[in-house]
Protein backbone atom coordinates (compact mmCIF):
# COMPACT_ATOMS: atom_id res chain seq x y z
CA UNK A 1 0.00 0.00 0.00
CA UNK A 2 1.31 3.54 -1.15
CA UNK A 3 0.39 6.12 0.81
CA UNK A 4 -0.34 9.52 -1.22
CA UNK A 5 2.11 12.59 -0.22
CA UNK A 6 0.77 14.83 1.73
CA UNK A 7 0.26 18.48 0.98
CA UNK A 8 1.90 19.25 4.79
CA UNK A 9 4.53 17.70 6.09
CA UNK A 10 4.83 15.01 9.01
CA UNK A 11 4.29 16.20 12.41
CA UNK A 12 5.38 14.43 15.60
CA UNK A 13 2.06 13.49 17.46
CA UNK A 14 0.71 12.72 13.97
CA UNK A 15 -1.30 9.30 13.25
CA UNK A 16 -0.36 7.56 10.13
CA UNK A 17 -1.92 4.48 8.75
CA UNK A 18 1.38 2.46 7.38
CA UNK A 19 1.60 -1.07 6.04
CA UNK A 20 5.29 -2.79 7.37
CA UNK A 21 6.99 -4.04 4.35
CA UNK A 22 10.25 -4.77 6.13
CA UNK A 23 11.93 -5.30 9.46
CA UNK A 24 15.27 -3.34 10.45
CA UNK A 25 18.05 -4.80 12.03
CA UNK A 26 17.23 -3.03 14.96
CA UNK A 27 14.02 -5.25 15.01
CA UNK A 28 11.82 -2.24 14.31
CA UNK A 29 9.22 -2.80 11.61
CA UNK A 30 9.76 -0.14 8.76
CA UNK A 31 6.76 1.10 6.71
CA UNK A 32 6.53 4.44 4.33
CA UNK A 33 4.82 7.85 4.95
CA UNK A 34 4.94 10.74 2.39
CA UNK A 35 8.29 9.46 0.70
CA UNK A 36 10.22 8.88 4.46
CA UNK A 37 10.82 6.02 6.34
CA UNK A 38 8.87 5.13 9.52
CA UNK A 39 10.75 2.73 12.14
CA UNK A 40 7.68 1.13 14.30
CA UNK A 41 8.60 -1.35 16.99
CA UNK A 42 5.99 -4.05 17.85
CA UNK A 43 5.30 -4.43 13.95
CA UNK A 44 5.91 -7.20 11.67
CA UNK A 45 6.12 -7.41 8.12
CA UNK A 46 2.55 -7.14 6.35
CA UNK A 47 1.09 -5.67 9.26
CA UNK A 48 -1.04 -2.23 8.29
CA UNK A 49 -1.11 -0.25 11.35
CA UNK A 50 -1.79 2.73 12.70
CA UNK A 51 1.30 4.67 14.39
CA UNK A 52 1.67 7.54 16.26
CA UNK A 53 5.16 9.78 15.10
CA UNK A 54 7.21 10.42 18.20
CA UNK A 55 10.42 11.64 16.12
CA UNK A 56 10.63 13.07 13.02
CA UNK A 57 13.66 13.96 10.67
CA UNK A 58 13.76 14.87 7.28
CA UNK A 59 14.01 11.73 6.19
CA UNK A 60 12.91 9.20 8.47
CA UNK A 61 10.34 8.80 11.60
CA UNK A 62 9.89 6.99 14.64
CA UNK A 63 6.90 6.10 16.12
CA UNK A 64 4.97 4.04 18.34
CA UNK A 65 2.01 1.36 17.66
CA UNK A 66 -1.41 2.68 18.14
CA UNK A 67 -2.72 -0.13 16.98
CA UNK A 68 -2.99 -3.22 14.20
CA UNK A 69 -5.61 -2.31 11.85
CA UNK A 70 -4.99 -5.90 9.73
CA UNK A 71 -2.63 -8.29 11.45
CA UNK A 72 0.02 -10.11 9.53
CA UNK A 73 0.17 -13.59 8.64
CA UNK A 74 3.41 -13.61 9.70
CA UNK A 75 2.22 -12.81 13.24
CA UNK A 76 1.77 -15.09 16.64
CA UNK A 77 1.10 -14.19 20.23
CA UNK A 78 3.59 -13.91 22.53
CA UNK A 79 4.53 -16.92 25.10
CA UNK A 80 5.27 -14.53 27.80
CA UNK A 81 2.71 -12.18 29.21
CA UNK A 82 5.02 -9.61 29.39
CA UNK A 83 6.88 -9.83 25.98
CA UNK A 84 5.09 -5.81 25.00
CA UNK A 85 6.66 -4.29 27.93
CA UNK A 86 10.54 -6.42 28.46
CA UNK A 87 12.84 -5.53 26.76
CA UNK A 88 14.81 -8.39 26.82
CA UNK A 89 13.11 -9.66 23.56
CA UNK A 90 11.73 -8.21 20.64
CA UNK A 91 10.42 -10.79 18.30
CA UNK A 92 8.17 -13.02 20.42
CA UNK A 93 5.42 -11.80 18.43
CA UNK A 94 6.88 -12.98 15.10
CA UNK A 95 6.85 -17.05 14.09
CA UNK A 96 9.97 -17.88 14.44
CA UNK A 97 9.96 -18.95 10.51
CA UNK A 98 9.99 -15.51 9.37
CA UNK A 99 12.59 -14.54 11.90
CA UNK A 100 14.62 -16.73 10.17
CA UNK A 101 14.10 -15.16 6.64
CA UNK A 102 14.04 -11.78 8.30
CA UNK A 103 17.74 -12.43 9.75
CA UNK A 104 18.79 -13.71 6.35
CA UNK A 105 17.51 -10.54 4.53
CA UNK A 106 19.16 -8.70 7.05
CA UNK A 107 22.95 -10.54 6.86
CA UNK A 108 22.00 -10.17 2.74
CA UNK A 109 21.18 -6.79 2.97
CA UNK A 110 24.18 -5.68 4.86
CA UNK A 111 26.58 -7.16 2.10
CA UNK A 112 25.07 -5.71 -0.84
CA UNK A 113 24.24 -2.08 0.74
CA UNK A 114 27.69 -1.95 2.67
CA UNK A 115 29.89 -4.41 1.07
CA UNK A 116 29.21 -3.92 -2.66
CA UNK A 117 28.73 -7.57 -3.20
CA UNK A 118 26.10 -7.41 -6.04
CA UNK A 119 24.62 -11.11 -5.61
CA UNK A 120 26.58 -12.50 -2.32
CA UNK A 121 25.73 -16.47 -1.35
CA UNK A 122 24.15 -16.72 1.89
CA UNK A 123 22.71 -19.75 3.32
CA UNK A 124 19.29 -20.40 5.11
CA UNK A 125 19.90 -19.72 8.93
CA UNK A 126 20.43 -22.66 10.93
CA UNK A 127 17.72 -22.51 13.31
CA UNK A 128 18.16 -23.27 17.30
CA UNK A 129 15.54 -24.04 20.24
CA UNK A 130 13.48 -21.29 19.93
CA UNK A 131 13.06 -20.85 23.97
CA UNK A 132 14.97 -22.37 27.14
CA UNK A 133 18.17 -21.59 25.70
CA UNK A 134 20.14 -18.92 27.03
CA UNK A 135 22.67 -20.87 29.61
CA UNK A 136 23.79 -17.39 31.09
CA UNK A 137 21.06 -14.03 32.34
CA UNK A 138 22.11 -10.75 34.13
CA UNK A 139 19.24 -8.80 35.97
CA UNK A 140 19.64 -5.62 37.23
CA UNK A 141 17.65 -5.01 41.05
CA UNK A 142 15.53 -2.13 42.44
CA UNK A 143 12.50 -2.35 44.79
CA UNK A 144 9.44 -0.98 43.91
CA UNK A 145 7.49 1.40 45.56
CA UNK A 146 5.91 -0.98 48.23
CA UNK A 147 9.18 -2.38 48.93
CA UNK A 148 9.38 -5.38 47.19
CA UNK A 149 12.97 -6.59 45.45
CA UNK A 150 12.46 -6.76 41.70
CA UNK A 151 14.90 -8.37 39.04
CA UNK A 152 14.85 -8.33 35.21
CA UNK A 153 15.13 -6.65 32.11
CA UNK A 154 14.59 -3.27 31.89
CA UNK A 155 11.61 -1.99 30.33
CA UNK A 156 11.70 -1.03 26.42
CA UNK A 157 13.24 2.45 25.92
CA UNK A 158 13.86 2.98 29.77
CA UNK A 159 15.40 2.24 33.13
CA UNK A 160 12.26 0.68 34.24
CA UNK A 161 12.80 -3.02 35.60
CA UNK A 162 10.32 -5.43 34.60
CA UNK A 163 10.09 -7.74 37.11
CA UNK A 164 10.16 -11.45 36.18
CA UNK A 165 9.83 -14.71 38.27
CA UNK A 166 11.08 -16.84 35.19
CA UNK A 167 12.28 -16.28 31.32
CA UNK A 168 10.93 -17.96 28.29
CA UNK A 169 14.35 -17.91 26.63
CA UNK A 170 16.49 -18.29 30.28
CA UNK A 171 17.22 -22.15 30.86
CA UNK A 172 14.19 -22.68 32.96
CA UNK A 173 16.50 -24.90 35.46
CA UNK A 174 17.30 -21.43 36.39
CA UNK A 175 14.17 -20.14 37.36
CA UNK A 176 13.23 -20.95 40.62
CA UNK A 177 16.65 -19.91 41.88
CA UNK A 178 16.12 -16.21 40.78
CA UNK A 179 12.65 -16.29 42.68
CA UNK A 180 14.11 -17.15 45.91
CA UNK A 181 17.25 -15.06 45.54
CA UNK A 182 14.76 -12.21 45.58
CA UNK A 183 12.79 -13.15 48.02
CA UNK A 184 15.46 -13.43 50.44
CA UNK A 185 17.31 -10.29 49.75
CA UNK A 186 14.01 -8.71 50.74
CA UNK A 187 14.17 -11.31 53.72
CA UNK A 188 17.41 -9.78 55.29
CA UNK A 189 17.25 -6.35 54.24
CA UNK A 190 20.03 -6.20 51.84
CA UNK A 191 20.22 -2.50 50.78
CA UNK A 192 19.69 -2.04 46.57
CA UNK A 193 22.03 -0.02 44.84
CA UNK A 194 20.25 3.36 43.24
CA UNK A 195 22.18 4.59 40.57
CA UNK A 196 21.11 8.59 40.25
CA UNK A 197 22.01 8.86 43.81
CA UNK A 198 25.40 6.40 44.14
CA UNK A 199 24.32 4.85 47.16
CA UNK A 200 22.97 1.03 48.56
CA UNK A 201 24.77 -1.93 47.68
CA UNK A 202 22.98 -4.87 45.27
CA UNK A 203 23.17 -3.94 42.00
CA UNK A 204 22.64 -7.09 39.71
CA UNK A 205 22.02 -10.85 39.70
CA UNK A 206 24.40 -12.71 37.38
CA UNK A 207 23.17 -16.79 37.18
CA UNK A 208 24.60 -18.79 35.04
CA UNK A 209 24.40 -22.36 33.91
CA UNK A 210 25.77 -25.58 32.24
CA UNK A 211 23.86 -26.38 30.00
CA UNK A 212 25.34 -30.30 29.43
CA UNK A 213 26.10 -30.16 33.36
CA UNK A 214 23.53 -29.05 35.09
CA UNK A 215 26.03 -26.96 37.24
CA UNK A 216 24.56 -23.19 38.30
CA UNK A 217 26.77 -20.20 39.68
CA UNK A 218 25.14 -17.25 41.52
CA UNK A 219 26.57 -14.22 41.29
CA UNK A 220 25.45 -10.87 43.27
CA UNK A 221 27.30 -7.79 42.11
CA UNK A 222 27.17 -5.19 44.78
CA UNK A 223 29.24 -2.39 45.65
CA UNK A 224 30.95 -3.58 48.53
CA UNK A 225 31.28 -7.50 49.95
CA UNK A 226 29.87 -6.79 52.92
CA UNK A 227 26.39 -8.59 53.29
CA UNK A 228 25.22 -9.90 56.76
CA UNK A 229 24.66 -13.49 56.84
CA UNK A 230 26.20 -13.90 53.38
CA UNK A 231 27.66 -16.78 53.82
CA UNK A 232 25.34 -19.01 56.09
CA UNK A 233 22.19 -17.95 53.31
CA UNK A 234 24.61 -18.98 50.37
CA UNK A 235 24.99 -22.67 51.96
CA UNK A 236 21.10 -22.45 52.73
CA UNK A 237 21.19 -21.69 48.81
CA UNK A 238 22.90 -24.74 47.46
CA UNK A 239 21.57 -27.16 50.01
CA UNK A 240 18.23 -26.22 48.70
CA UNK A 241 19.42 -26.17 45.41
CA UNK A 242 21.66 -29.23 44.37
CA UNK A 243 22.66 -28.12 40.80
CA UNK A 244 23.89 -25.00 42.64
CA UNK A 245 27.82 -25.16 43.04
CA UNK A 246 28.83 -21.90 43.75
CA UNK A 247 27.89 -18.18 45.10
CA UNK A 248 29.79 -15.06 44.58
CA UNK A 249 29.98 -11.74 45.56
CA UNK A 250 31.64 -9.35 42.54
CA UNK A 251 32.35 -5.55 43.65
CA UNK A 252 31.64 -3.25 40.92
CA UNK A 253 32.14 0.73 43.46
CA UNK A 254 32.38 2.26 39.92
CA UNK A 255 29.02 4.59 38.90
CA UNK A 256 29.00 2.74 35.33
CA UNK A 257 26.69 1.03 33.12
CA UNK A 258 29.39 -2.43 33.40
CA UNK A 259 28.17 -4.67 35.09
CA UNK A 260 31.16 -6.81 36.80
CA UNK A 261 33.72 -4.94 38.45
CA UNK A 262 37.40 -6.14 38.62
CA UNK A 263 37.06 -8.19 42.05
CA UNK A 264 35.21 -11.72 42.83
CA UNK A 265 35.11 -13.29 45.94
CA UNK A 266 33.59 -17.00 46.12
CA UNK A 267 31.53 -17.17 49.53
CA UNK A 268 30.05 -20.46 49.17
CA UNK A 269 31.06 -23.40 46.75
CA UNK A 270 33.47 -22.91 43.49
CA UNK A 271 33.96 -20.19 41.55
CA UNK A 272 33.60 -21.84 38.18
CA UNK A 273 31.33 -24.18 36.58
CA UNK A 274 32.14 -27.15 34.63
CA UNK A 275 30.74 -26.97 31.17
CA UNK A 276 30.40 -29.72 28.03
CA UNK A 277 30.96 -28.28 24.51
CA UNK A 278 32.03 -30.09 21.24
CA UNK A 279 33.02 -33.13 23.48
CA UNK A 280 35.70 -31.19 25.76
CA UNK A 281 35.18 -30.11 29.46
CA UNK A 282 35.66 -26.32 30.41
CA UNK A 283 35.54 -24.35 33.23
CA UNK A 284 33.61 -20.82 33.45
CA UNK A 285 33.88 -18.36 35.81
CA UNK A 286 31.30 -15.91 36.73
CA UNK A 287 32.08 -13.08 33.70
CA UNK A 288 33.52 -15.48 31.86
CA UNK A 289 32.68 -14.96 28.28
CA UNK A 290 31.22 -18.04 26.72
CA UNK A 291 28.10 -17.74 24.04
CA UNK A 292 25.18 -17.93 25.82
CA UNK A 293 23.32 -20.39 23.31
CA UNK A 294 25.46 -23.45 23.97
CA UNK A 295 23.75 -25.41 21.30
CA UNK A 296 23.94 -23.26 18.09
CA UNK A 297 27.75 -21.97 19.22
CA UNK A 298 28.51 -26.20 18.42
CA UNK A 299 26.12 -25.71 15.23
CA UNK A 300 28.53 -23.08 14.20
CA UNK A 301 31.30 -24.74 14.18
CA UNK A 302 30.66 -27.71 13.02
CA UNK A 303 29.89 -25.03 10.14
CA UNK A 304 33.38 -23.37 10.60
CA UNK A 305 34.75 -26.87 10.55
CA UNK A 306 33.34 -28.05 6.98
CA UNK A 307 33.80 -24.72 5.60
CA UNK A 308 37.49 -24.32 6.15
CA UNK A 309 37.86 -28.04 3.96
CA UNK A 310 40.79 -28.68 7.01
CA UNK A 311 43.20 -31.56 5.88
CA UNK A 312 44.94 -32.04 9.29
CA UNK A 313 48.39 -30.07 8.23
CA UNK A 314 47.16 -26.17 8.68
CA UNK A 315 48.51 -23.65 11.11
CA UNK A 316 45.32 -21.64 12.65
CA UNK A 317 45.45 -18.13 13.86
CA UNK A 318 42.19 -17.54 16.06
CA UNK A 319 42.30 -13.93 16.24
CA UNK A 320 39.83 -12.77 19.75
CA UNK A 321 39.55 -16.41 21.12
CA UNK A 322 38.48 -15.78 24.27
CA UNK A 323 39.06 -18.72 26.57
CA UNK A 324 39.61 -20.86 23.66
CA UNK A 325 35.83 -21.97 22.82
CA UNK A 326 36.83 -22.62 19.27
CA UNK A 327 40.42 -22.57 19.17
CA UNK A 328 40.84 -26.21 21.94
CA UNK A 329 38.17 -28.17 19.38
CA UNK A 330 40.16 -27.09 15.95
CA UNK A 331 43.51 -27.77 17.58
CA UNK A 332 42.11 -31.37 17.78
CA UNK A 333 42.55 -31.13 13.78
CA UNK A 334 45.05 -29.20 12.59
CA UNK A 335 48.85 -28.98 13.21
CA UNK A 336 48.96 -26.00 15.02
CA UNK A 337 46.42 -23.50 16.77
CA UNK A 338 47.71 -20.13 18.21
CA UNK A 339 45.04 -17.85 19.60
CA UNK A 340 45.01 -14.13 20.69
CA UNK A 341 43.04 -12.25 23.15
CA UNK A 342 43.26 -9.10 25.52
CA UNK A 343 41.98 -10.38 28.40
CA UNK A 344 44.27 -12.26 30.25
CA UNK A 345 42.04 -14.47 32.78
CA UNK A 346 40.40 -15.48 29.39
CA UNK A 347 43.45 -16.74 28.15
CA UNK A 348 44.65 -18.22 31.48
CA UNK A 349 41.47 -20.45 31.29
CA UNK A 350 42.33 -21.19 27.93
CA UNK A 351 45.28 -22.84 29.17
CA UNK A 352 43.63 -24.33 31.47
CA UNK A 353 41.19 -25.93 29.25
CA UNK A 354 43.97 -27.12 26.83
CA UNK A 355 45.73 -28.71 29.83
CA UNK A 356 42.46 -29.95 31.35
CA UNK A 357 41.53 -31.52 27.67
CA UNK A 358 45.16 -33.06 26.98
CA UNK A 359 45.30 -30.61 23.96
CA UNK A 360 49.45 -29.61 23.78
CA UNK A 361 49.58 -28.00 19.98
CA UNK A 362 48.06 -24.43 21.32
CA UNK A 363 49.78 -21.21 21.99
CA UNK A 364 47.76 -18.66 23.47
CA UNK A 365 48.86 -14.99 23.35
CA UNK A 366 48.07 -12.08 25.91
CA UNK A 367 47.59 -8.95 23.61
CA UNK A 368 45.55 -6.40 21.46
CA UNK A 369 45.03 -8.04 17.59
CA UNK A 370 45.95 -5.41 16.10
CA UNK A 371 49.48 -5.88 17.29
CA UNK A 372 49.97 -9.36 18.21
CA UNK A 373 49.16 -10.57 15.00
CA UNK A 374 51.44 -8.51 13.06
CA UNK A 375 54.61 -9.53 15.35
CA UNK A 376 53.31 -13.16 14.84
CA UNK A 377 52.95 -13.41 11.83
CA UNK A 378 56.40 -11.29 10.57
CA UNK A 379 58.30 -14.52 13.23
CA UNK A 380 56.14 -17.46 11.31
CA UNK A 381 56.03 -15.85 8.01
CA UNK A 382 57.71 -19.20 6.69
CA UNK A 383 54.33 -21.34 7.31
CA UNK A 384 52.70 -22.23 4.62
CA UNK A 385 49.39 -23.86 5.23
CA UNK A 386 47.73 -20.44 6.66
CA UNK A 387 44.31 -20.34 8.27
CA UNK A 388 42.99 -17.34 10.49
CA UNK A 389 39.55 -17.20 12.19
CA UNK A 390 38.31 -13.88 12.97
CA UNK A 391 35.75 -13.69 16.51
CA UNK A 392 35.75 -9.72 16.90
CA UNK A 393 33.15 -7.84 19.03
CA UNK A 394 30.74 -5.81 17.41
CA UNK A 395 32.42 -2.98 16.90
CA UNK A 396 34.62 -5.50 13.83
CA UNK A 397 38.19 -5.88 13.60
CA UNK A 398 40.58 -2.96 13.77
CA UNK A 399 42.01 -1.86 10.37
CA UNK A 400 45.52 -2.83 10.99
CA UNK A 401 44.66 -6.24 11.78
CA UNK A 402 42.74 -6.33 8.27
CA UNK A 403 45.84 -4.67 6.50
CA UNK A 404 48.09 -7.55 8.04
CA UNK A 405 45.79 -10.35 6.64
CA UNK A 406 46.23 -9.06 3.12
CA UNK A 407 49.99 -8.49 4.01
CA UNK A 408 50.42 -11.99 5.21
CA UNK A 409 47.94 -13.84 2.82
CA UNK A 410 46.25 -16.72 4.85
CA UNK A 411 44.80 -19.08 2.46
CA UNK A 412 41.69 -19.11 4.04
CA UNK A 413 39.53 -16.90 6.27
CA UNK A 414 36.49 -17.60 8.58
CA UNK A 415 35.12 -14.68 10.15
CA UNK A 416 32.80 -14.87 12.67
CA UNK A 417 30.09 -11.81 13.09
CA UNK A 418 27.35 -10.94 15.17
CA UNK A 419 27.10 -7.39 13.42
CA UNK A 420 26.16 -7.77 9.83
CA UNK A 421 26.99 -4.35 9.07
CA UNK A 422 30.48 -4.20 10.44
CA UNK A 423 30.99 -7.53 8.88
CA UNK A 424 30.10 -5.94 5.38
CA UNK A 425 32.45 -3.44 5.89
CA UNK A 426 35.80 -5.68 6.81
CA UNK A 427 34.82 -7.99 3.96
CA UNK A 428 34.59 -5.10 1.79
CA UNK A 429 38.02 -3.76 2.29
CA UNK A 430 39.70 -7.55 2.21
CA UNK A 431 37.95 -8.17 -1.38
CA UNK A 432 38.32 -4.93 -2.53
CA UNK A 433 42.04 -5.64 -2.63
CA UNK A 434 41.59 -8.16 -5.26
CA UNK A 435 43.40 -10.88 -2.95
CA UNK A 436 40.36 -12.50 -1.55
CA UNK A 437 36.49 -13.24 -2.55
CA UNK A 438 33.73 -13.93 -0.79
CA UNK A 439 32.76 -17.44 -0.90
CA UNK A 440 29.77 -17.85 1.48
CA UNK A 441 27.92 -16.78 4.73
CA UNK A 442 26.75 -18.66 6.92
CA UNK A 443 24.00 -17.67 9.64
CA UNK A 444 23.28 -19.06 12.85
CA UNK A 445 20.28 -18.41 15.43
CA UNK A 446 21.78 -17.27 18.27
CA UNK A 447 19.41 -15.55 19.98
CA UNK A 448 15.53 -16.68 18.92
CA UNK A 449 13.14 -14.10 19.79
CA UNK A 450 15.38 -10.70 18.66
CA UNK A 451 16.77 -9.27 16.13
CA UNK A 452 20.49 -10.35 16.78
CA UNK A 453 21.98 -12.89 14.32
CA UNK A 454 25.44 -14.42 14.15
CA UNK A 455 26.85 -15.63 11.09
CA UNK A 456 30.24 -16.58 9.84
CA UNK A 457 31.77 -15.90 6.37
CA UNK A 458 34.11 -17.37 4.12
CA UNK A 459 37.04 -16.35 2.15
CA UNK A 460 39.35 -17.85 0.00
CA UNK A 461 42.96 -16.66 -1.58
CA UNK A 462 42.07 -15.37 -5.46
Not at 91 to 102: D, F, M, N, R, V
Not at 416 to 445: F, H
Request: negative net charge; contains cysteine; proline residues 5%.
Amino acid sequence: MQTPATTAPPQQGQLVELEITDLADSGDGVGRYDNIVVFVPDTVTGDRVLAKLTRVKPRYANAKLDRILEPSPQRTRPSCIVADKCGGCQWQHIKYESQLEAKRQQVEQALIRLGGFSQPTVDAVLPAAPFAYRNKATYPVDRSSDGKVRAGYYQKGSHKIVNLNQCPVQDDRLDPLLAQVKQDIEFHGWSIYNESEHRGKIRHLAVRIGRRTGEMLLTIVTTDDRLSNIKERSQVWMERYPGLVGVCVNINRDRTNVIFGPETRCVAGREELTEEFAGLRWQLRPDTFFQVNTEAAETLLDVVIEGLNLQGDEAIVDAYCGIGTFALPLAQRVQQVVGIEAQPEAVELARRNAIANNIDNTEFIIGKVEKQLGEWTMENSSVSKRVVLLDPPRSGCDRAVLNTLLDWQPQRIAYVSCKASTLARDLKILCDSGEYQLDRVTPVDFFPQTPHVECVAFLSRV
